[in-house]
């Protein structure tokens, strides 16, 4: 008996738990590790609990995919949730999705080999996102375009600047991405009252991102 439809897309919980997997796992290295926050209180006790020593970091806004024209599949940008990025980890803050249009076609990937799942997902840099935009729809195939409310075609992102699962993990693993975090940093930030503003107004419309932490040379 199956407990997903085969047909429907892939919920961002689902390529959230997958794509960590293969980030850490092509990471190779044993310190690395992701915080997945949920509440704003896990969120500040999971930082100022467990960061130690010194390491460099990477936010990732995981989103829900639908389908959309040839092929291609779309996600929605939340106001709230990009203005936090912004505030949090200005240039270092990526939007992850997935081309998997369907729970079938992820699964013949990781029938296929499995790695093959993480080189459909993609990473998009926030800060190369326009300003204005509300949606990005389309392919690796056909490129990837961005949207704003209003439905104007703001523009072509370019294909260098859509990352494949494997490549942001060699960056990853090369320090060449990802903000220098020292201890104590966090929890001084995390009182100022911007970041419970932001929090609070942000947990009301959409989840949290993942945090990945690693050490750099």
């Given at each position: 008996?199956?407990?997903?439809?085969?047909?429907?897309?892939?919920?961002?919980?689902?390529?959230?738990?997958?794509?960590?997997?293969?980030?850490?796992?092509?990471?190779?290295?044993?310190?690395?590790?992701?915080?997945?926050?949920?509440?704003?209180?896990?969120?500040?006790?999971?930082?100022?609990?467990?960061?130690?020593?010194?390491?460099?970091?990477l936010f990732?806004?995981?989103?829900?995919?639908?389908?959309?024209?040839?092929?291609?599949?779309?996600?929605?940008?939340?106001?709230?949730?990009?203005?936090?990025?912004?505030?949090?980890?200005?240039?270092?803050?990526?939007?992850?999705?997935?081309?998997?249009?369907?729970?079938?076609?992820?699964?013949a990937d990781?029938?296929?080999?499995?790695?093959?799942?993480?080189?459909?997902?993609?990473?998009?840099?926030?800060?190369?996102?326009?300003?204005?935009?509300?949606?990005?729809?389309?392919?690796?195939?056909?490129?990837?375009?961005?949207?704003?409310?209003?439905?104007?075609?703001?523009?072509?992102?370019?294909?260098?600047?859509?990352?494949?699962?494997?490549?942001?993990?060699?960056?990853?693993?090369?320090?060449?991405?990802?903000?220098?975090?020292?201890?104590?940093?966090?929890?001084?930030?995390?009182?100022?009252?911007?970041?419970?503003?932001?929090?609070?107004?942000?947990?009301?419309?959409?989840?949290?991102?993942?945090?990945?932490?690693?050490?750099?040379?």
């Amino acid at each position: 008996m199956a407990y997903y439809d085969p047909a429907k897309e892939p919920s961002e919980r689902t390529i959230e738990t997958n794509a960590n997997h293969w980030l850490l796992s092509l990471l190779l290295n044993p310190h690395a590790w992701i915080f997945a926050p949920t509440t704003p209180e896990e969120f500040a006790l999971g930082f100022d609990a467990e960061l130690i020593g010194t390491y460099k970091y990477l936010f990732i806004q995981y989103k829900g995919i639908k389908k959309s024209a040839g092929n291609g599949v779309r996600f929605n940008i939340d106001p709230a949730q990009r203005t936090m990025l912004q505030l949090w980890a200005p240039k270092q803050a990526y939007y992850a999705f997935s081309e998997h249009r369907t729970h079938d076609g992820l699964r013949a990937d990781f029938a296929a080999y499995p790695v093959k799942f993480f080189e459909h997902c993609r990473f998009i840099l926030e800060d190369h996102l326009h300003p204005a935009t509300s949606s990005v729809r389309g392919s690796a195939i056909i490129g990837f375009r961005m949207y704003s409310a209003a439905g104007v075609n703001l523009g072509l992102i370019p294909p260098a600047r859509v990352l494949t699962g494997p490549v942001i993990a060699q960056r990853i693993r090369s320090c060449k991405i990802g903000g220098k975090l020292t201890k104590g940093f966090v929890s001084k930030a995390i009182l100022e009252a911007r970041w419970w503003e932001a929090l609070i107004k942000l947990s009301r419309h959409s989840r949290l991102p993942s945090i990945a932490f690693y050490r750099y040379k």
